[in-house]
Nanobody, 125 residues
């Protein structure tokens, strides 16, 4: 089992920044690809960003250039820095972990084994 706890959500004005953190415990952190997903009201969960064991990153198109995902394998944490936030970024953001040996896909929620409880991000216009 891997336990994931997110923090750092909140209310911010458009153009502002937020930093989301996810603390992992339970198993060897480096064995997992870590991802961030989000779900807005009435919409399906969507991929935001992922970081592989040794730092390779992937982003959805809307996050490129604005969001940065990173991980600290010594501290078992993954961070999502979000800049130039827009009202359409409003959603519940969830941290997720998938076994690094379970395939090369990184943007399908169904491939992730463990999920945090989510943290609300609200961007006002």
């Amino acid at each position: 089992q891997v336990q994931l706890i997110e923090s750092g959500g909140g209310l911010v004005q458009a153009g502002g920044s937020l930093r989301l953190s996810c603390a992992a415990s339970g198993r060897t952190f480096i064995n997992y690809v870590m991802g961030w997903f989000r779900q807005a009201p009435g919409k399906e969960r969507e991929f935001v960003a992922a970081v592989r064991s040794y730092g390779a990153t992937h982003y959805t198109d809307s996050a490129k250039g604005r969001f940065t995902i990173s991980r600290d394998n010594a501290k078992n944490t993954v961070t999502l820095r979000m800049n130039s936030l827009k009202p359409e970024d409003t959603a519940v953001y969830s941290c997720a972990a998938k076994d690094k040996n379970s395939g090369s896909e990184y943007d399908r929620a169904s491939d992730y084994d463990y999920w945090g409880q989510g943290t609300q991000v609200t961007v006002s216009s």
